[in-house]
T-cell receptor, first 110, second 114 residues
Framework: RKEVEQDPGPFNVPEGATVAFNCTYS??????FFWYRQDCRKEPKLLMS???SGNEDGRFTAQLNRASQYISLLIRDSKLSDSATYLC???????????FGQGTTLQVKP | NAGVTQTPKFRVLKTGQSMTLLCAQD?????MYWYRQDPGMGLRLIHY???????AKGEVPDGYNVSRLKKQNFLLGLESAAPSQTSVYFC?????????????FGNGTRLTVT
């Protein structure tokens, strides 16, 4: 079983829709959690960190559920420019290294 | 403001050839990393460095070597390329250890080994 798992999608949604992605992690000792965004054929960039209490940045909300070992990313009022692959990243409690999920691809249609 | 710069952007090698990927950062970051990204898989850590003159193995180090002679540069070498090393390679740097500060990635190097 992979340490970090994501549904690869693609998720195809119309502009203005609300979409949510989940990411599960297998190691309960995992310490920190992040969402990175990667545009097609570009490098990943940090979108937001995920805090235990949940956090929001504009149209983006990240949540952590330690009991069920998953994190989520909610995007409200989707824009065409939100089309990208969203990478779930977990700081491994075993190795202290970042573990990347394979990514979830979002395609926002006009 | 260059950030992290990788060269080359593209390369095609024949099996058995060697090459060096160059990574340079101008942010005075201590930590530098080399990842590879393959379809259907997350980025996997090849080697990393926690400071000038130091290197350490990551998750998939076999077939690669690295050097960090200067703080701003992190080189990734393939001594004898194999088709399994066809991938997109990303260099990254961070001010503090991974997880304590964001990773800043270069634009990537697309390598094909035939």
């Amino acid at each position: 079983r992979k340490e970090v798992e994501q549904d690869p999608g693609p998720f195809n949604v119309p502009e203005g829709a609300t979409v949510a992605f989940n990411c599960t992690y297998s190691n309960s000792a995992s310490q920190s959690f992040f969402w990175y965004r990667q545009d097609c054929r570009k490098e990943p960039k940090l979108l937001m960190s995920v805090y235990s209490s949940g956090n929001e940045d504009g149209r983006f909300t990240a949540q952590l559920n330690r009991a069920s070992q998953y994190i989520s990313l909610l995007i409200r009022d989707s824009k065409l420019s939100d089309s990208a692959t969203y990478l779930c990243v977990v700081l491994s409690g075993n190795t202290g290294k970042l573990i990347f999920g394979q990514g979830t691809t979002l395609q926002v249609k006009p | 403001n260059a950030g992290v710069t990788q060269t080359p952007k593209f390369r095609v090698l024949k099996t058995g050839q060697s090459m060096t990927l160059l990574c340079a950062q101008d942010m005075n970051h201590e930590y530098m990393y080399w990842y590879r990204q393959d379809p259907g898989m997350g980025l996997r850590l090849i080697h990393y460095s926690v400071g000038e003159g130091t290197t350490a193995k990551g998750e998939v180090p076999d077939g690669y070597n690295v050097s960090r002679l200067k703080k701003q540069n992190f080189l990734l070498g393939l001594e004898s390329a194999a088709p399994s090393q066809t991938s997109v390679y990303f260099c990254a740097s961070s001010l503090q250890r991974a997880g304590d500060s964001p990773l800043h990635f270069g634009n990537g190097t697309r390598l094909t080994v035939t």
